[in-house]
């Protein structure tokens, strides 16, 4: 099986490549961005026409979600025209494609009692969603496709919430956390095994992956910093951005924050439905990760220690 995954500079893309090399996958190319210029279209065909795929796991995209609300054009170019162009492709070359997306297609307005169900109508309310929810579009033009919907991700490889929360615990002794917004945590490592079984299968389809439970950014935040002595300060969204506001008001600047779902539940039943496992427990997910960073650190002073 010839894999093509993007991103693998990125959270995602480099635990699939990860998984697919410990599953012994023996052709994975996981070009990078300057290898494949996911703003040029012809630069995309180029490198899909020359390695003929089997399956492309496309987790590269405009993730930056308030830097959207005024990148426009660039975050259409990459979430939904580069994902238009690489299931044009894998319709071509009777590839699969499995295509990320995620919880803000959906406007968070549902009951908070109930998840999203993959038959709700989405309704993004950003540019950020809209332009995934192109991308879902475009990607099942291709019969062979697998639209992956998940949400709050963290990995070893970038920035991520968890991350953000232990370094801030190191300097200060409390932190502001919004406590209205709910979802769940997705470890990349657990998505990524994930991926990679579908990517093994054809039970083509749209699915909602993430870890297992439900919480809001504050229990987030209390969880990864169960262990420290940084207390989390539970607000509301409206009072967490309140500050930036003000001051951006104050300077005579405009505020560019994109609207975030207040209900981000991602029903996982279609996974249940076509026999797939589901993901470990949030809470897990993240004693996991805490793991692994430790490991990483320690690796990281090692290589420091034998330089000096």
């Not at 426009?72 to 170019?77: D, E, G, H, S």
């Not at 299968?201 to 749209?206: E, N």
């Not at 909602?208 to 002595?229: H, M, P, R």
């Not at 607000?235 to 003000?246: F, N």
């Amino acid at each position: 099986m010839r894999v093509l995954v993007t991103g693998v500079t990125g959270q995602l893309g480099y635990d699939v490549v990860k998984e697919l090399n410990a599953r012994d996958h023996k052709f994975v190319y996981a070009p990078t961005r300057r290898e494949m210029d996911l703003s040029d279209e012809q630069s995309i065909i180029s490198i899909m026409e020359s390695y003929k795929p089997d399956v492309v796991i496309h987790c590269a995209a405009y993730t930056s979600v308030d830097k959207a609300e005024e990148d426009v054009q660039n975050a259409y170019t990459i979430n939904a025209g580069a994902t238009r162009t690489i299931s044009e492709e894998c319709k071509k070359l009777d590839s699969k494609l499995i295509y990320v997306s995620t919880d803000y297609v959906f406007d968070g307005t549902k009951d908070l009692n109930e998840a999203y169900e993959v038959t709700d109508e989405p309704n993004p309310q950003n540019v950020y969603g809209k332009t995934k929810l192109l991308g879902e579009i475009a990607a099942l033009n291709n019969p062979k496709t697998y639209v992956v919907r998940t949400s709050w991700v963290f990995g070893k490889n970038g920035k991520n919430f968890v991350k953000t929360m232990l370094n801030l615990s190191e300097k200060y002794p409390e932190l502001t956390v919004v406590a209205d917004q709910f979802g769940s945590p997705t470890y990349t490592v657990d998505l990524a095994k994930r991926l990679v079984d579908m990517a093994e299968t054809d039970k083509y389809g749209l699915y909602q992956v993430n870890n297992s439970g439900y919480c809001n950014w504050a229990e987030f935040a209390d969880y990864i910093l169960k262990d420290t002595d940084t207390k989390v300060k539970h607000v509301t969204t409206k009072e967490y951005y309140a500050p930036q506001y003000a001051k951006a008001e104050k300077e005579g600047r405009e505020l560019h924050i994109a609207y975030r779902p207040k209900n981000s539940k991602l029903s996982k039943q279609a996974l249940v439905d076509a026999g797939f496992e589901l993901l470990p427990d949030w809470t897990d997910a993240v004693d996991r990760y805490k793991e692994e960073l430790k490991e990483l650190n320690n690796e990281n002073n090692v290589k420091t220690l034998q330089l000096k």
